[in-house]
């Protein structure tokens, strides 16, 4: 079945650098798409970025566009997200999701997440 | 951006009752080249990720049951539980996926009451 496992989690000073790892099984990662969505403590839910099967194409959301990079390895069968220059409103529990099928970008399989605080 | 406004905020239900939850968006959702509305709807249960439910605003997910429905199109779109069963209790969330940034509504808490 299909699993999304996150890591590289923790605590982060304001300012300082953090890199998040989703391994994924289950099913043939580099055919599908992959998100970045993340909920910051008690709220909802914020899409963070998306990049496609091959690599080739990446969107952010504007709140991190310039400082955090999706990128993915797919000999590996896994997706990153690099932060840089973080910031106290970054802190969240930190997920990815696969596009859904046929390159739909809705959200199909969730991570069980990663939490992410930075703090000083 | 797509701004996505979900109303009630929170809602008490009697078991066995039909909960309604809906989800407005600030412009249509209607792609017209496939008639599809690029809208999804979301179950998180406490401490767990979110869930896929519904897409293309009506489509049930795999394994999701029967008594989750998703309707409307254009801006307004509705997500029913026919009849509320115990392990309902989740917030839910509508989320557009016609354009990026994808946006998320901001979440309808459900309880028993």
């Known amino acids: 079945q299909v699993q999304l496992v996150e890591s590289g989690g923790g605590v982060v000073l304001p300012g300082r650098s953090l890199r998040l790892s989703c391994a994924a099984s289950?099913?043939?990662?580099?055919?599908?798409?992959m998100h970045w969505v993340r909920q910051a403590p008690g709220k909802g839910l914020e899409w963070v970025a998306v990049i496609s099967l091959d690599g080739r194409n990446k969107y952010y959301t504007d709140y991190v566009r310039g400082r955090f990079t999706i990128s993915r390895d797919n000999s590996k069968n896994t997706l990153y997200l690099q932060m840089n220059s973080l910031r106290t409103e970054d802190t969240a529990v930190y997920y990815c999701?696969?596009?859904?099928?046929?390159?739909?970008?809705?959200?199909?399989?969730w991570g069980q997440g990663a939490l992410v605080t930075v703090s000083s | 951006d797509i701004v996505m406004t979900q109303s009630p905020d929170s809602l008490a239900v009697s078991l066995g009752e039909r909960a309604t939850i809906n989800c407005k968006s600030s412009q249509s959702l209607l792609y017209s080249s496939d008639n599809k509305n690029y809208l999804g709807w979301y179950q998180q249960k406490p401490g767990q990720p979110p869930k896929l439910l519904i897409y293309w605003a009506s489509t049930r997910q795999s394994g999701v049951p029967a008594r989750f429905s998703g309707g409307g199109s254009g801006t307004d779109f509705t997500l029913t539980i026919s009849s509320l069963q115990a392990e309902d209790v989740a917030v839910y969330y509508c989320q557009q996926y016609y354009i990026n940034p994808y946006t998320f509504g901001q979440g309808t808490k459900l309880e028993i009451k």
């Open positions: 289950g099913f043939a990662f580099s055919h599908y798409g």
């Open positions: 999701a696969r596009v859904g099928v046929e390159g739909v970008p809705y959200f199909d399989y």
